[in-house]
């Protein structure tokens, strides 16, 4: 149906909650129907109001003209003259003229046309359009895109249908416009035509060339480029670097969006010292499992006169049905690479892949009532340098494990078992010690006594292990070995709550005091190999624990008494910690005679004391610390303080300070920060017009102890509102005495080209709460902006 109106408007509202408000004050009885029982109207949300209105929809709409001079035949056609203006749904023509011709849909409207297609903008001299299927042509437009600001010129526009259009002899660039006569666009891209797509989001252009600041940088026969943030196939900003020791680096990535849910992305990197090296990676994601494979060959290195290659593979299933075993889960970690110089020279390649230890890790497991199974194969690739050999670790091939945890047994009763069969294997050369089998078993059993102020949970628990070597010990000549270890404990704490002011402000500070003691009586198990066995870290997580060793081959002799307490500030609305304050101590009553190899009998009766805190006072503000502290010395052990400032989205500045007394002392300092606030001149967010802005970004490792820069990354961006410019300066420590450095160069097309260099990933992966300049977090609404 079509409506035809002189001078008039409409208008479509719904009532807000106040409206409904208002209406039953002024009609109570209406508001006692409801109340009584018979249901309040519902709001429903019309298809007009949709970004996308669905097409069943759009053939039922009205369509709408008005003008000062309307004059037709019904049901065949309508002229109107002077302030002509056609609506139906999301689409709205204005112009001096306009007819329409109902039988075939037909608009044909001169001088000053504009058209408003869910918010994308068409101005031009003359439109002959066909408005439901959206299919006609344009003459000498103007247009803008809603979805990423783009606008520009052509001689023409052919509109294919409401989601694509060629455009003819056109230009395109996402630099808004400043006053003056000679202002120009820092980019344009020039092309014969522009095809858009915008259901795909992607945009083709033929016989283009590509201008920055006026020189062209870019000509090619046909190049795609995104219109929005869908993911599409195309190539991906190249990024420029220059290595001190590969050279002249250049990466020309390829993005293949294989499907909504899987993805390749290819990364030839063309090294003038090295060769070409070929990398890619492979994402999927599935309903039950999802992974990643990245890889890198590089044929024939003339550094190294040899092929190189890596791999690095993540595959995750935590869902699966087995034959046999019903509902399982698995998992997949492989990483292997040619030679043991890989992660000197190709140290940003894959995370995974820069350790000088490479898992290859699988595991399977499995549930039969409340009993969990596992079976895992883990093999490492060790990768040695003469200047600093490593020892390597051990290989699980396989490990089966069983654990059953119960609780709400009778009595409050809570038990906990775990067996496990490892078969150890490495070189014996290098570790100096056979290779064996290994099975042990741990049984728990406490009884946990628990209300909101305080807690006590006494535990007993027996490990016992065995062992089978491949040859005999040289210590005792035995070929086999048992061990059997009890141990008791005792857990107890207090949580009390008082309101609190500090500083004007009102908090519930809390006071947990809290007492853990451990009994574990001496069994001999110093002349046994150790396969898995290494001290814990001294820290709040593993200073109320019974065992002072991870891994099952050393389980520690302890009489001893952890005490410490823990206050904190809690907001009384919100529950939010303002901050924390901490400390611990342990008390030994006995010396600890089991010891890994190389280290002696721990004698002191008291250990260092503990101290931790994190602080949040106020939102922009953080800090946290936590300092391992001899009272004999007089000195901190260990020391870890950190503090960060965050006032605002791209102002961020980190700082960390660690000591490990007699072995490192570093300082770290993150940051990303708008020069112009540093030396006066405008603040706030990024550039939104090509207005220009610089931000100072990186991240520096200083030890202390050494007086040189461990590792290090510098750089300059530069938001030009329009495009964006990059340059990184990289350090990062290749060994004792050698180190990998390079340089950067990056220049992003706002709109055009898309993220996902090297350059974006060194900077989001190395710099504390980094954020992308330009990461959109909402998508622009045809309603904001409508005619």
């Avoid at 294997?425 to 628990?450: E, G, I, K």
């Amino acid at each position: 149906m079509h409506h035809v109106r002189n001078k008039a408007s409409i208008a479509r509202f719904a009532l807000s909650p106040v409206a409904l408000v208002v209406a039953g004050l002024l009609h109570p009885a209406a508001a006692q129907e409801r109340a009584d029982g018979e249901a309040a109207p519902r709001l429903k949300a019309a298809p007009q109001l949709r970004e996308d209105i669905p097409a069943d929809a759009r053939r039922e709409l009205p369509t709408f003209v008005e003008g000062d001079r309307v004059q037709g035949r019904t049901d065949l056609e309508t002229i109107v003259e002077g302030n002509a203006v056609l609506r139906r749904g999301d689409t709205v023509i204005r112009a001096r003229r306009l007819e329409y011709h109902q039988p075939d849909d037909l608009a044909r409207a001169t001088g000053d046309v504009r058209i408003n297609k869910a918010g994308n903008i068409f101005e031009g001299t003359l439109l002959e359009l066909h408005v439901d299927a959206f299919q006609g042509f344009f003459n000498q437009p103007r247009y803008r895109f809603l979805q990423n600001g783009a606008y520009g010129e052509a001689d023409r526009i052919d509109f294919l249908d409401e989601k694509r259009a060629v455009i003819r002899n056109a230009t395109y660039t996402t630099c808004q416009a400043r006053p003056g006569p000679s202002w120009m666009p820092d980019w344009i891209l020039r092309a014969a035509s522009i095809s858009i797509n915008q259901e795909e989001e992607t945009g083709v252009a033929e016989n283009a060339v590509l201008r920055f600041k006026g020189v062209p940088i870019l000509g090619v026969p046909s190049i795609s480029f995104p219109t929005g943030d869908k993911r599409k196939s195309g190539v991906l900003p190249p990024t420029i670097g220059i290595d001190n020791k590969s050279g002249l680096e250049l990466t020309l990535p390829y993005y293949w969006n294989i499907a909504p849910n899987r993805d390749a992305t290819l990364y030839p990197t063309l090294m003038s010292r090295r060769g070409v090296d070929l990398g890619a990676e492979f994402r999927y994601l599935e309903p039950g499992y999802n992974g990643v494979v990245r890889g890198n060959y590089l044929p024939n290195d003339r550094l190294r006169d040899r092929d190189r290659w890596g791999i690095a593979a993540l595959h995750t299933q935590p869902n699966v049905v087995l034959p046999g075993l019903g509902a399982s889960s698995l998992s997949l970690a492989v990483n292997r690479v040619s030679d043991d110089n890989y992660w000197r020279d190709f140290s940003r390649n894959s995370a995974s892949l820069t350790q000088r230890l490479l898992a290859n890790d699988f595991n399977l497991g499995w549930g039969w009532q409340d009993v969990r199974f596992a079976a895992r194969t883990l093999k490492w690739q060790t990768l040695q340098d003469p200047l600093a050999p490593i020892v390597p670790p051990y290989d699980r091939a396989p490990q089966f494990t069983a654990r059953q945890t119960r609780s709400n047994l009778p009595g409050g009763l809570e038990t906990f078992v775990e067996g496990d069969y490892t078969r150890f294997s490495s070189d014996p050369l290098r570790t100096l010690q056979p290779n064996a089998h290994r099975s042990y078993a741990l049984a728990q059993l406490s009884r946990p006594w628990q209300a909101p102020g305080w807690f006590f949970v006494p535990k007993a628990q027996l490990h016992t292990r065995h062992y089978t070597f491949d040859d005999r010990l040289a210590s005792t000549g035995r070929g086999n070995a048992d061990v059997t270890v009890p141990t008791l404990s005792l857990d107890s704490g207090l949580v009390m709550e008082r309101p609190t002011t500090l500083f004007g402000r009102s908090f519930v500070q809390t006071l947990e005091p809290r007492a853990f003691y451990v009994y574990t009586p001496f069994r001999a198990q110093n002349q046994l190999p150790n396969y898995d066995s290494g001290l814990n870290d001294f820290n709040f997580a593993t200073v109320y624990t019974e065992n002072s060793f991870g891994g099952n081959d050393r389980i520690a002799d302890n009489n001893l008494l952890t005490v410490g307490a823990t206050t904190r500030l809690l907001d009384p609305d919100t529950g939010a910690e303002a901050a924390k304050f901490a400390i611990a101590q342990r008390i030994r009553f006995k010396d600890q005679r089991v010891v890994l190899p190389g280290q002696e009998p721990v004698s002191e009766r008291l250990s260092d004391i503990l101290f931790g805190a994190s602080v949040t006072f106020v939102p922009h503000w953080g800090g946290e610390g936590t300092v391992q502290y001899n009272p004999k010395t007089g000195r901190s052990i260990r020391s870890t303080v950190g503090v960060r400032y965050n006032p605002s989205d791209f102002h961020v500045i980190s700082a960390a300070y660690r000591l490990q007394r007699g072995l490192s002392e570093q300082i770290d300092v993150g940051w990303q920060w708008p020069l112009a606030d540093v030396f006066g001149g405008r603040s706030g967010p990024p550039a939104e017009g090509c207005t220009g802005r610089w931000y100072s970004v990186g991240r520096l490792n200083w030890s202390l102890k050494d007086r040189r820069l461990v590792e290090g990354i510098l750089g300059l961006e530069y938001d030009a509102g329009c495009w964006i410019g990059r340059v990184v300066v990289e350090r990062l420590q290749a060994g004792t005495t050698t180190a990998n450095k390079r340089i950067l160069f990056q220049l992003e097309f706002v709109g055009f080209s898309r993220l996902g260099s090297s350059a974006l990933q060194t900077l989001k992966q190395n710099i504390p709460r980094y954020q992308y300049l330009r990461e959109r977090v909402d998508t622009p609404s045809r309603f904001s902006n409508y005619d």
